[in-house]
């Protein structure tokens, strides 16, 4: 399963936008998830068996268990 993020531009038109559909698809243990909630950077979603993976400016990078808190303040920062 993964759990792909986007932030700023480039998200596809497939993804999920708001809170509650994202929620719902990783209850629902979709195997692929795409979405520009930065909310969902987080240990529970690795710890639930996704993948997580973050996009920004054209680059992909998996974030591993202990670096998505971490990624997570950084990028809430980098959009105040």
């Known amino acids: 399963m993964e759990l792909h993020v986007y932030i700023g531009e480039g998200m596809p038109l497939s993804g999920l936008v708001t809170f509650w559909e994202v929620n719902e698809a990783?209850?629902?243990h979709k195997a692929y998830v795409r979405t520009n909630q930065t909310h969902f950077i987080n240990d529970k979603?690795?710890?639930m068996g996704y993948k997580l993976y973050v996009h920004k400016d054209g680059i992909s990078t998996r974030i591993q268990k202990g670096e998505a808190n971490a990624i997570r303040k950084y990028v809430r920062r980098a959009r105040a």
């Open 45 to 47: 979603v690795i710890d």
């Open 26 to 28: 990783i209850h629902m």
